[in-house]
């Protein structure tokens, strides 16, 4: 018969080393990102909408 304390208590170990690599490789590009520098933002105008044809009834 199978050892199901033993196969559950691999799954739970290894389960929780993924998530711990996880977490730090969100936290590592949580810090890349945070340390850029601020983009330079430039407003456009928008171009004016061409007026639309009036209709004669």
Known sequence: MPDYKKM????A???EKAISILIAAQ???EEIYLNEPEPQIRLLHP??????PRQHP
């Open 8 to 11: 559950y208590t691999i799954m």
């Open 13 to 15: 170990r290894e389960t």
């Open 27 to 29: 936290q590592q590009c």
């Open 47 to 52: 171009r004016p909408e061409p007026a639309e």
